[in-house]
């Protein structure tokens, strides 16, 4: 078979953001986008000739085609070999088992997370390195950095591989195993949870969940792991078909987006547990009958109780939370004698501590949870941690959680987004903030007084590296804190995030809602970073 080489010129804007390249379909749809961005990763790796790469995505639309491109690409390029999830499938955190347990040299994953599919809506893709996880930002910045000064791509004149049959195909030199994309990860989430005592409850019949895979990628492993390996009754897995365009809808599993799920579990006989997940199921919501956890609560439940799963019965090396994450972890790591490590926004940052051994579980506000089992957060993981946890606690979620609060106190927390902004109104509003954290210290608003105010900068305490600029912190006394950054995801205009947070030791208010507790810190976050004047809003586009 012949190589190609293809002569190109750059394109403007291909950064990887928060999570990977994410644009428009059609942006990818433009000869050589999809080409040279792929080239630029390799160009940007060292020492992977006749080595693995594993490859799949979450499904949507553009999906199929990009893996045939890669395919070629990665052939032409040097790799040896290519596992390909079968129908160009693998979610997140499976593709991360995959490339860990086969030792391969790193991973493509295709998918725009939670966002929209279809050809008028979002597609996606991101690298992942040799333990798992995202590219560090060394190696997201060379790739962007190859992108602006890219001349040529190299590929092959070779057939379309046929990946829906399951075998081993050659690519020129190189050899394409279609793998079983669930079989792998079902297999590793059966070593980390006590299965048996899963099964157990869900054969009594008095225990009943709904999963809501939200027609995206987690389909296929739900179904098989909740409903062959642990024998919930068929029907507990719903919308199951991973579907090009989600059905639609926009498959990020919140309040507002998994509205159906929420209608099923809070009917008067509604199931026990309900869970779902996003487009390339790396994120999870979890609720209980009339009862929903937030993510930065659920961080600490599971990280309080881990050790009555299998994989961690000997407890935790340490926490790790996102900054803009409750800080209810941390009350957990304080407790149990372990540090608690505070990163900026994006898994990525948790993958050097993972790798130390200095982090065992680690969570964002944002729907992620996970653990050192892979290197990417991970949604059925967090669904099968609570499944453990309940089987063994015999408690309701609720009583869970408020028993959690009970011993530690609650962090109430909300975060608020405002989408859709104009990129200067956006930026010009960061920027005021960023001038204003200096004068804040002192200051008095009410019941709150500033203690500190800057904008965070992390320094890796594994490899030394340093991130600057990753969100405004405005910290009060007595724990509480609003959080202002820009989303690194979106794919239109700019999304402003505000995060507020009180912590609430008082037992007899742990019943308030969110927005009644905070609204005196909401109107605070407001008039401090004059959102209204700014941005023309008066209100967050949604609530978390
Ligand atoms: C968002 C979340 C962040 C998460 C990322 C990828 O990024 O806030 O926690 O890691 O999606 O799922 P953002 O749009 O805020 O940059
Ligand atoms: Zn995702």
């Known amino acids: 078979m012949t190589i190609r080489t293809v002569e190109t010129k750059p394109f403007e804007g291909q950064k990887p953001g928060t999570s990977g390249l994410r644009k428009k379909v059609v942006v990818f749809q433009q000869p050589n986008y999809l080409e040279?961005?792929?080239q630029s990763i390799f160009e940007s790796l060292e020492g992977f000739r006749g080595q693995t790469l594993v490859l799949g995505g979450d499904g949507r639309f553009y999906n199929r085609h990009a893996v045939q491109?890669?395919?070629?690409?990665?052939?032409?390029?040097?790799?040896?070999?290519?596992?390909?999830?079968?129908?160009?499938?693998?979610?997140?955190?499976?593709?991360?088992?995959?490339?860990?347990?086969?030792?391969?040299?790193?991973?493509?994953?295709?998918s725009a997370s939670h966002n929209p599919g279809g050809p008028q809506e979002d597609f996606g893709i991101k690298y992942n390195i040799g333990n798992g996880g995202p590219a560090p930002e060394k190696v997201t910045e060379a790739i962007?950095?190859?992108?602006?000064?890219?001349?040529?791509?190299?590929?092959?004149?070779?057939?379309?591989v046929d990946l829906d049959r399951q075998g081993t195909v050659q690519v020129g030199d190189m050899t394409?195993?279609?793998?079983?994309?669930?079989?792998?990860?079902?297999?590793?989430?059966?070593?980390?949870?006590?299965?048996?005592?899963?099964?157990?409850?869900?054969?009594?019949g008095e225990f009943r969940m709904c999963y809501d895979a939200?027609?995206?990628?987690?389909?296929?492993?739900?179904?098989?792991i909740l409903e062959r390996r642990l024998g919930a009754p068929g029907g507990t897995v719903i919308n199951g078909v991973p579907l090009e365009d989600f059905g639609g809808h926009h498959p990020d599993p919140n309040l507002a987006h998994a509205k159906k799920l929420v209608e099923i579990v809070n009917a008067a006989d509604g199931p026990d547990f309900g869970a779902a997940s996003d487009g390339d199921g790396d994120r999870n919501m979890i609720i209980g009958h009339r009862f929903y956890v937030t993510p930065s609560d659920s961080l600490a439940v599971i990280a309080a109780n881990a050790a009555l799963a299998p994989g961690y019965k000997d407890g935790l090396a340490g926490i790790a939370r996102s900054m803009p994450t409750s800080q209810a972890a941390d009350r957990v790591a304080r407790d149990l004698g372990i540090p608690c490590f505070e990163t900026p926004?994006?898994?990525?940052?948790?993958?050097?501590?993972?790798?130390?051994?200095?982090?065992?579980?680690?969570g964002e506000e944002s729907f992620g949870t996970g653990s050192d089992h892979v290197r990417e957060k991970d949604g059925l993981w967090a669904v099968l941690m609570w499944l453990n946890i309940i089987a063994r606690r015999r408690d309701s979620v609720a009583e869970i959680v408020r028993a959690h609060w009970r011993r530690y106190g609650r962090n109430i927390y909300s975060r608020h987004d405002y989408e859709g902004l104009e990129t200067d109104a956006a930026e010009g509003l960061m920027d005021h903030l960023r001038k204003a954290t200096g004068s804040l210290p002192g200051q008095r608003f009410g019941y709150y007084e500033v203690e500190k105010s800057?904008?965070?900068?992390?320094?890796?305490?594994?490899?030394?590296?340093?991130?600057?600029?990753?969100?405004?912190?405005?910290?009060?006394?007595?724990?509480?804190r609003i959080v202002y950054r820009l989303s690194g995801t979106g794919t239109e205009g700019a999304t402003l995030r505000v995060y507020i947070e009180r912590f609430e030791p008082d037992e007899t208010r742990h019943d308030m809602d969110p927005?009644?507790?905070?609204?005196?810190?909401?109107?605070?976050?407001?008039?401090?970073?004059?959102?209204?004047?700014r941005t023309g809003r008066d209100a967050p586009t949604v609530i978390t």
């Not at 195993?177 to 009594?204: G, R």
Request: net charge negative.
């Open 69 to 110: 491109v890669i395919l070629r690409m990665a052939a032409a390029n040097g790799f040896g070999r290519v596992l390909v999830g079968r129908g160009g499938i693998l979610s997140t955190p499976a593709a991360s088992c995959v490339i860990r347990k086969y030792g391969a040299f790193g991973g493509i994953v295709l």
């Open 176 to 204: 394409v195993e279609v793998i079983d994309p669930v079989a792998d990860y079902a297999e590793l989430m059966e070593t980390l949870f006590d299965f048996d005592a899963i099964a157990e409850m869900f054969a009594t």
């Open 345 to 362: 926004t994006g898994w990525k940052f948790f993958g050097t501590l993972l790798d130390a051994g200095k982090a065992t579980v680690c």
């Open 454 to 480: 800057d904008d965070f900068s992390y320094t890796d305490p594994v490899d030394g590296s340093t991130s600057s600029g990753q969100g405004v912190r405005v910290l009060f006394n007595h724990g509480s």
């Open 144 to 160: 962007h950095a190859r992108s602006r000064a890219i001349e040529f791509y190299t590929t092959l004149e070779a057939d379309d």
């Open 515 to 533: 927005q009644q507790a905070l609204a005196d810190l909401i109107d605070i976050a407001r008039e401090l970073a004059e959102i209204g004047p």
């Open 36 to 38: 040279n961005f792929v």
């Open 214 to 224: 939200m027609h995206a990628v987690t389909g296929p492993y739900a179904v098989e």
